[in-house]
């Protein structure tokens, strides 16, 4: 089965960072893609990262945080990583990683077919 496992969450000042580490277990993890989402309360999911297959060399980042987060993958450990720095109050929300049986890069939530419990991420002074 198929199973990601976030963690790395926490609070942090503004200006702070944080990363957020993705183990997924039950596949190979070279051939997927993963993506990162993010969800704050009372607003939708929104698509934060991205990172394609292999290499990992395609990745997709959301305008709000360009310059700011740096998606990575370590397949000999089936994990993926989201180093974020400069961090903002509006980062908060809790951060899921997500993957599917694709490995090309998407923002589109609906393709993921596996997703962990989440992690939360509190960016307050």
């Known amino acids: 089965q198929v199973q990601p496992v976030e963690s790395g969450g926490g609070e942090v000042q503004p200006g702070g960072s944080l990363r957020l580490s993705c183990v997924i277990s039950?596949?190979?993890?070279?051939?997927?893609?993963v993506g990162w989402f993010r969800q704050a309360p009372g607003k939708e999911r929104e698509g934060v990262s991205c990172?394609?297959?292999?290499?990992?060399?395609?990745?997709y980042y959301t305008e709000s945080v360009k310059g700011r987060f740096t998606i990575s993958r370590d397949n000999a450990k089936n994990t993926v990583y989201l180093q974020m720095d400069s961090l903002k109050p509006e980062d908060a929300a809790v951060y899921y990683c997500?993957?599917?049986?694709?490995?090309?890069?998407?923002?589109?939530?609906?393709?993921?077919?596996?997703w962990g419990q989440g992690t939360q991420v509190t960016v307050s002074s």
């Open positions: 990172i394609s297959s292999g290499d990992g060399t395609a990745y």
């Open positions: 039950g596949f190979t993890l070279d051939y997927y893609a």
């Open positions: 997500a993957t599917g049986n694709f490995g090309h890069c998407s923002e589109y939530g609906p393709l993921y077919l596996y």
